[in-house]
């Protein structure tokens, strides 16, 4: 185990100002301070947002990002159209992260998961029921995408630390009430205004936006986290709307 030496003394027989003339340890150039007002610094601002998935746009035409890859467990509710949930696959794919597919009908995602693969590939697809273990870390994240239909049995493989699952229901379901109050995070698109009205109540949503869910347009997600509420607009790219067509609700 090396000695961690002081700056005041020597190493080696060699002092700090020794080592300095020598080139090492060399101070990098001198700037002057940068100084701020205080009245001005509410205007400063850095371009960090949150890692994670882009998912659309909200209301005021920000990118809203969305971070499947947790260390903790994490569990999302889409109740919505396969086009938004195939779409959210092919982004997260994008990233690195695994997809694993449990599905009963397979033929609405092969042509997703051949145009995603490559020399590895990163979507698999599974009977409902059929998904082993997926050995996810967080070098190798995972998303499990379920499409088991309206009453998805429990899954074999459920959320864990950097594997997150994503339930998709075409429409509320009696068992849509229990996976929305277990989820983190629930997307809901257009439904009608009795299933408005009881989504509303499971997740406490404001009279507005209970109103607004039988509106909502082709690609619109209101997505709710505890309280935090945000519409998104889902626009394909080119590549997107090639494979997979232009933003619908119903599949």
């Given at each position: 185990?090396?000695?961690?030496?002081?700056?005041?003394?020597?190493?080696?027989?060699?002092?700090?100002?020794?080592?300095?003339?020598?080139?090492?340890?060399?101070?990098?150039?001198?700037?002057?301070?940068?100084?701020?007002?205080?009245?001005?610094?509410?205007?400063?601002?850095?371009?960090?947002?949150?890692?994670?998935?882009?998912?659309?746009?909200?209301?005021?035409?920000?990118?809203?990002?969305?971070?499947?890859?947790?260390?903790?467990?994490?569990?999302?509710?889409?109740?919505?159209?396969?086009?938004?949930?195939?779409?959210?696959?092919?982004?997260?794919?994008?990233?690195?992260?695994?997809?694993?597919?449990?599905?009963g009908r397979a033929q609405s995602w092969t042509g997703l998961a051949?145009?995603?693969?490559?020399?590895?590939?990163?979507?698999?697809?599974?009977?409902?029921?059929?998904?082993?273990?997926?050995?996810?870390?967080?070098?190798?994240?995972?998303?499990?995408?379920?499409?088991?239909?309206m009453r998805p049995p429990r899954g074999r493989v459920a959320a864990?630390?950097?594997?997150?699952?994503?339930?998709?229901?075409?429409?509320?379901?009696?068992?849509?009430?229990?996976?929305?109050?277990?989820?983190?995070?629930?997307?809901?698109?257009?439904?009608?205004?009795?299933?408005?009205?009881?989504?509303?109540?499971?997740?406490?949503?404001?009279?507005?936006?209970?109103?607004?869910?039988?509106?909502?347009?082709?690609?619109?997600?209101?997505?709710?986290?505890?309280?935090?509420?945000?519409?998104?607009?889902?626009?394909?790219?080119?590549?997107?709307?090639?494979?997979?067509?232009?933003?619908?609700?119903?599949?």
């Amino acid at each position: 185990m090396r000695a961690v030496s002081s700056p005041g003394s020597e190493s080696g027989g060699r002092s700090v100002g020794a080592r300095l003339r020598t080139g090492l340890g060399l101070l990098g150039p001198r700037h002057p301070r940068h100084v701020l007002p205080v009245e001005q610094f509410d205007a400063l601002a850095l371009p960090v947002g949150d890692d994670g998935v882009v998912i659309g746009v909200d209301a005021r035409d920000r990118p809203a990002v969305l971070g499947v890859n947790s260390p903790t467990p994490y569990d999302v509710v889409l109740i919505g159209g396969l086009w938004t949930a195939q779409v959210l696959a092919l982004r997260i794919a994008a990233t690195g992260a695994r997809l694993a597919v449990e599905t009963g009908r397979a033929q609405s995602w092969t042509g997703l998961a051949q145009a995603a693969g490559g020399p590895v590939p990163c979507v698999t697809l599974h009977d409902v029921g059929k998904v082993p273990p997926q050995g996810a870390s967080a070098g190798s994240p995972v998303v499990v995408v379920r499409d088991c239909g309206m009453r998805p049995p429990r899954g074999r493989v459920a959320a864990a630390p950097w594997q997150s699952v994503v339930t998709l229901l075409p429409y509320l379901s009696p068992v849509a009430p229990r996976l929305m109050r277990q989820a983190r995070l629930v997307g809901v698109q257009r439904v009608s205004p009795d299933e408005a009205t009881e989504i509303g109540r499971v997740l406490a949503l404001p009279r507005e936006d209970v109103a607004s869910l039988p509106t909502l347009a082709d690609g619109v997600t209101l997505w709710c986290a505890d309280r935090d509420r945000h519409y998104v607009m889902t626009r394909p790219t080119d590549i997107e709307e090639g494979l997979l067509g232009l933003a619908r609700r119903m599949d």
